[in-house]
């Protein structure tokens, strides 16, 4: 006689379809919100930011015996986009418009001028100085004045952003921004104010002490 074949049963118990069906909606849930594909979602539970930071720490101090004579304001329209081969854009890919504004300042480094630079007549009523040329600074972007203006990811970018601790980085184009700034500084005429600025100002300072002829030249 033939042993009776005995049927496995593969159905899932009832609880582990309640406890699935729960994390399915959670993982819709928190998805939609970190997609923005359900409005109002966001607002349902109301956050709160609270700074708990410490205090700032004193590192160190520098003396800075450069005048700034000169400071420039630029704003730049920054369109980044990156591809990647055999994907549509849809799928991935993104593409970036930030505006970006931000600031360089002109100096003079007054620190660089020696003892031979500078010549002082008997009667001490005229005096001539001889400065180095004026330098840029860094660009400093200003956050208050910069946004993007449109961010356009595919659906694998934006799967990435759902697991990414900072999911909305801006660095790459931030670092756009400045390197555009700097270099429309360095076309810009900042330099030669801020020589100009330094001149009015020394005239001016050896006015007051009792100069009545002051030379100021500029030279590497």
Known sequence: MTAPIRRVSTRMPGWAKVVSAVVLVLVVFFAGIRLSVLPGLKDLFGTETHDRSGPALLESIQDISRYDAA???????VDLEKDTKYLPDAIRGSRTLYVGAGTVDAYVDLGKVGKNDVT??????????????????????DADRSYAVSKQRGL?????????????????????????????????????????????????????????????????
Do not use: C, W
Not at 133 to 138: E, N, S
Not at 200 to 208: I, N, V
């Open 71 to 77: 400071s420039g304001n630029f704003q730049i329209v």
């Open 120 to 141: 002082v007549n008997d009667d001490r009523t005229s005096a001539t100085l001889r400065l180095p040329h004026a330098q840029l600074g860094k660009a400093a972007l």
């Open 156 to 220: 694998l970018d934006r799967l990435g952003d759902l697991f990414s601790d900072n999911p909305n980085s801006e660095q790459a184009v931030q670092k756009l921004a400045v390197r555009h700034i700097s270099e429309a500084a360095k076309d810009s005429e900042l330099t030669k104010r801020a020589e100009t600025n330094t001149t009015t100002m020394l005239k001016g300072l050896l006015g007051s002490l009792g100069f009545k002829k002051v030379e100021v030249s500029y030279g590497t």
